[in-house]
């Protein structure tokens, strides 16, 4: 299933009819720091895992 250029306006005019635009900046902001951390961890724990498969 893939989102069109219509359903991604869509979603977008919602979201800041719903949060506003201040309090949209600070979801992102949020949520770009959840990804980063995430990918953080998975790259941690492959680090490990290939250090652990080297001994």
């Known amino acids: 299933m893939r989102l069109g250029t219509t359903e991604i306006i869509l979603i977008v005019i919602l ?8 309090k949209l900046a600070g979801v992102g902001k949020a949520l770009g720091k959840s990804i980063k951390d995430f990918k953080e961890e ?13 001994h």
């Open 15 to 22: 979201a800041l009819v719903l949060f506003g635009g201040g």
């Open 42 to 54: 998975v790259r941690g724990e492959d680090l490990q895992t290939t250090q652990e498969d080297n």
